[in-house]
């Protein structure tokens, strides 16, 4: 457990990083992400700290805002799964029946499609830019967390101090509210970490293929696709913005890890 609250502490360390860089680039810190900064794919040195780009354009500017554009858009499509998965999980696992049933298709229909594909078939109907990002990230994320947290949901709804709470008379509102919601809460917080990881890495993937974020703002995904074209020339072009998107999703898979075994001990894996 030493080992393990070590390394989450690692990646929430890394996470506020991010997000100070975030906000650095937000206010302007790293300079203009756009003005021209020297000679055209020149080697990191002073005064462009990660290299230039093809036009000119330093990336350490571009970089910090690729990761605030990232982490905005990930984090807002999050909070959107998570209001609608516990919505739809919590009234699905305690009523049963045919909601549950309606519930539970439409997520493994959604479940079923690769990610990318999903994401790509949403950015092809939206158009390409950040709501099509946006809700791609919300498609892909939302049938894992609903099915789990209905699945707590169902469990939680079988315990006594729930059905006392209803023959006590408590309007179902407040059943859920006040007795099924913070049982399950340790699932969406659990879960939540793992779809923000993967909604970086299907926002990075969109912007990549060409269907998220579109130049001349900058992603973490435009960043990587515009720098693949002079990776042999200017490797610096792709590196920073690689290095950062592995870290960001490295670290909320380990806070993520770490949040699991302290809020459900039960899910532990051991080895003996």
Do not use: K
């Not at 790293?30 to 990336?59: E, F, H, K, Q, Y």
């Not at 999050?78 to 009234?91: F, H, P, R, W």
């Not at 079988?158 to 007795?179: E, F, K, M, N």
């Amino acid at each position: 457990m030493r080992r393990l609250d070590r390394l989450t502490v690692a990646g929430l360390a890394c996470l506020a990083l991010l997000t100070a860089l975030a906000l650095a680039g937000a206010a302007g810190l790293g300079g203009d992400p756009d003005a021209i900064a020297g000679p055209r794919l020149r080697p990191p040195g002073p005064g462009w700290w990660l290299g230039t780009d093809n036009l000119g354009r330093s990336v350490l500017p571009r970089v910090l805002e690729g990761v605030g554009t990232t982490l905005l858009l990930s984090s807002a499509a999050v909070l959107v799964t998570a209001a609608l998965s516990v919505t739809l999980g919590i009234v699905a696992g305690y009523r049963g029946g045919w909601l549950n049933e309606l519930v539970m298709r439409v997520v493994e229909v959604l479940y079923s499609f690769p990610a990318i594909v999903l994401a790509i078939l949403v950015a092809a109907v939206l158009g390409p830019g950040r709501t099509a990002a946006l809700a791609a990230i919300v498609l892909v994320t939302i049938p894992l967390m609903t099915r789990l947290v209905r699945a707590a949901a169902a469990a939680v709804s079988q315990r006594d101090y729930v059905t006392s709470a209803v023959i006590s008379g408590a309007r179902l509102p407040r059943v859920l509210a006040r007795h099924v919601l913070p049982n399950v809460a340790g699932t969406v917080a659990v879960q939540g970490t793992y779809a923000l990881s993967v909604g970086i890495a299907v926002e990075g993937g969109l912007s990549f293929l060409g269907f998220g974020v579109q130049p001349p703002q900058a992603s973490l995904g435009v960043l990587i696709q515009q720098g693949g074209t002079y990776m042999i020339a200017a490797p610096w072009l792709i590196l920073g913005p690689g290095v950062v998107l592995v870290a960001a999703i490295l670290a909320i898979n380990v806070v993520g890890d770490g949040l699991r075994d302290r809020l459900e001990p039960r899910e532990a894996r051991s080895l003996t």
